[in-house]
């Protein structure tokens, strides 16, 4: 199994919503990342949990806050956000501690309304 | 940090040609390169990557090129297909931080 699950596909929300993105996967990875990607653009990293625990925070605002409940699971769990916060969520995991590929999911594509 | 610069942005070329894609990078210290296609609607998938002690890597229609003294990497496809028409990132990994930095992105489109 080397997949990547995201869900949901797609998300709608208003400016005071609260939701979150989930992300699985199964193939025993200890690093897990979220990234943001704007159309046309590199995806940007947010957030990078090694073994369960946030090691890179790129400085992104609280409105965003991830979780990582077990060494399968991340969520992004969303309040408050701004319509410019419309993006592609990218989940990615790979090897913790070590050089080599991330395996992306699918994306959730969020509007905010 | 380290930068990553990509060219072209933007690459069309007929059935059957080549495409050549070109990254540079700035930090010295990197040590692995991968390149990833993004096909319309999906995840980044990776397709090719290189490290610091190979100059050159080939899988089938695909090969990476690595200059580490003059800090850059290209990809080579050959015999290119429409299948391949997509958007194509380079990136450069900061080993001690283990995070990646992309490049732009390339959108290639392969005409019929």
């Known amino acids: 199994d080397t997949e990547v699950t995201q869900t949901p596909k797609h998300l709608v929300m208003g400016m005071t919503n609260k939701k979150s993105l989930k992300c699985e996967q199964h193939m025993g990875h200890r690093a897990m990342y979220w990234y943001k990607q704007k159309a046309k653009k590199p995806p940007e990293l947010m957030f990078v949990?090694?073994?369960?625990?946030?090691?890179i925070n790129e400085s992104v605002p609280s409105r965003f806050s991830p979780e990582c409940p077990n060494s399968s699971l991340l969520n992004l769990h969303l309040h408050a956000l701004q319509p410019e916060d419309s993006a592609l969520y990218l989940c990615?995991?790979?090897?913790?501690?070590?050089?080599?590929?991330?395996?992306f999911g699918e994306g959730s594509r969020l509007t905010v309304l | 940090g380290e930068n990553v610069e990509q060219h072209p942005s933007t690459l069309s070329v007929q059935e059957g040609d080549s495409a050549v894609i070109k990254c540079t990078y700035s930090?010295?210290?990197?040590?692995?390169f991968p390149w990833y296609k993004q096909e319309l609607g999906k995840g980044p998938q990776l397709i090719i990557d290189?490290?610091?002690?190979?100059g050159e890597k080939k899988d089938q229609r695909i090969a990476v090129t690595l200059n580490k003294t003059a800090k850059h990497f290209s990809l080579h496809i050959t015999e290119t297909q429409p299948e391949d028409s997509a958007v194509y990132f380079c990136a450069a990994e900061d080993s001690t931080l283990g995070r990646l930095y992309f490049g732009r992105g390339t959108q290639l489109t392969v005409w019929p």
């Open positions: 949990y090694s073994y369960e625990k946030l090691s």
């Open positions: 990615a995991s790979g090897l913790a501690g070590n050089t080599g590929e991330l395996f």
């Open positions: 930090d010295s210290a990197s040590n692995y």
């Open positions: 290189i490290r610091s002690n190979v």
